[in-house]
Nanobody
Framework: QVQLVESGGGLGQAGGSLSLCCAA?????????LGWYRQATGKQRQFVAG???????KYADSVKGRFTIDTDNAKNTVYLQLHTLKPEDTAVYHC??????????????WGQGTQVTVSS
């Protein structure tokens, strides 16, 4: 069973910065993609950023140029640096790990989520 443990987040001010960290454990397989999603109150969960085990990154347009995703593959840990925060960044941020076991479709695992609140 894969476990994802998030840390970081909290309260930030508009224009400020926060950082998130997520450590994946329990997998005997290499994680293919690590990423972050967020869900604001009353809204659907949306993709924020992702990084492959080869280092390729992808960002949602709403955070491009402001957020940076990075990973330590040896530790199966993914980081998200949030800069130039906006009130609309307020949400619960969930860590995601996708693992391809070679048995068909890849499997997604999710963390419990960590709250990010940005004040104006």
């Amino acid at each position: 069973q894969v476990q994802l443990v998030e840390s970081g987040g909290g309260l930030g001010q508009a224009g400020g910065s926060l950082s998130l960290c997520c450590a994946a454990s329990g997998s005997g397989y290499r994680v293919n993609i690590l990423g972050w999603y967020r869900q604001a109150t009353g809204k659907q969960r949306q993709f924020v950023a992702g990084i492959t085990n080869g280092g390729a990154t992808k960002y949602a347009d709403s955070v491009k140029g402001r957020f940076t995703i990075d990973t330590d593959n040896a530790k199966n840990t993914v980081y998200l640096q949030l800069h130039t925060l906006k009130p609309e960044d307020t949400a619960v941020y969930h860590c995601n790990a996708m693992i391809d076991y070679g048995l068909g479709s890849p499997i997604d695992y999710w963390g419990q989520g960590t709250q990010v609140t940005v004040s104006s």
